[in-house]
């Protein structure tokens, strides 16, 4: 069960109205069987994705093992130098990220291996619980054990286990998705919870995370090979409402970026409440004079109209559609303000799933430039954080001043070889409207 968030549509075309800056999340029940599996890491990285070591510690009751560092990341970021160009980052991202015997989460994880990148997951709670325990789950302003996106059967729970575990061996960041998925004008929507109830609801999707062997009985099963406490440093919000609440609980936390902003432009972030603010982005949508958010519900929802299931003749023209929306992103930034790039998704199977075509085709486009010599990178949003955070202020300030397709005056070299200039000029980029995904 699903549902979706409707709000700031301004300015678009028929058809297109109904769907802009929306997004879904959860995982779609349907295609084909898991192809779970492990590897080792790409050019990013290096190291062995085996089991956890004889070493671990295990961690409460076993579901979870500090195992130390985590393999396969990326060499210490450093700061520019002086008149250095910036790196194209682009950051891939998954929302729920839970297997459901289609085969999706390895299907990007071997993706990923193949070409040396990492991607950040964000994991729902509730995919760790088993339907029989929904009462531990007390979301607030809903009845226990609610959930708008349901529970997994005991196979795909040890599915997203497989994945999970796979996932961050291999050097991928697990962030979470939260829990129940709340969305729209509701009483019980994540939009009206307060600080104290971004709390609870975090707080028990760590417990979640880490207590699914009491919650399962599986104790003959090996841990996820992570301390959740260290490893969740960032999230993003159902259907991309609350963030104002969440940000204050975040924090406090100690949490180091938020993903959950109702859509943003293609600039250089800057932090809310101490935080990296992260937000979906708008990109050009071929064929349109409107911008489409940066995720797969977006695209399907201004093709088919929120239809999952369209006539089979549309689909390979969407896909193209599609596909040329997020390499238009990627191109605009990597020629003009190297701006970071977020994309999100599902694993779902939406319109015959053109949408997981679509991002594996942008996702292998941008990854040849990678493996051609371009300065692109392939991270996490953690390991993005990593970068920002040995970066100085007044170079990050500078990058802030270049808007949506924007060239630094005079090339890179005269343009960060000063640093002296703070704020942001405003972008001449028309947009369909401001967002609010996942």
Sequence with gaps: MREFSRRGLIGLGAGAAAAMGLAACGTQHDGAGPANGSGKGGSDGSGDSSSPTATARLLGDGSTADTGKQPNQPDKPVPLEPGQTPPQFVIFSWDGAGEVGNGLFPRFLDLAKDHGAHMTFFLSGLYLLPESKKRLYDPPNNVRGASDIGYFSDEHIKATLTNVRRAWLEGHEIGTHFNGHFCGEKHGSVKWWTPKQWRSEIDQAKAFVKQWKTNTGW??????PFDYDRELVGGRTPCLLGQDNLLPTARELGWRYDASSPGGIQVWPRKRHGLWDLPLQQVPFPGRKFEVLSMDYNMMANQSLNSTKAPAYNYPAWRQQSAGAYIAGFQRAYE??????????????????IYMDSVEEAFKHIAREKERGADVRMVSFRQFVDWLDVQKPEVLAKLRTLGVGQQPTGGWKAFLSETSGTGRKTSGTTTGSSSNPA
Excluded: C, S, V, Y
């Excluded at 104790?219 to 996820?224: A, I, N, Q």
């Excluded at 190297?338 to 015959?352: L, M, Q, S, T, V």
């Design 219 to 224: 104790h003959d099963l090996p841990p996820l």
């Design 336 to 353: 003009t303000n190297r701006a970071p790039f977020f994309i999100g998704n599902h694993f779902e199977h939406w319109n015959g799933g």
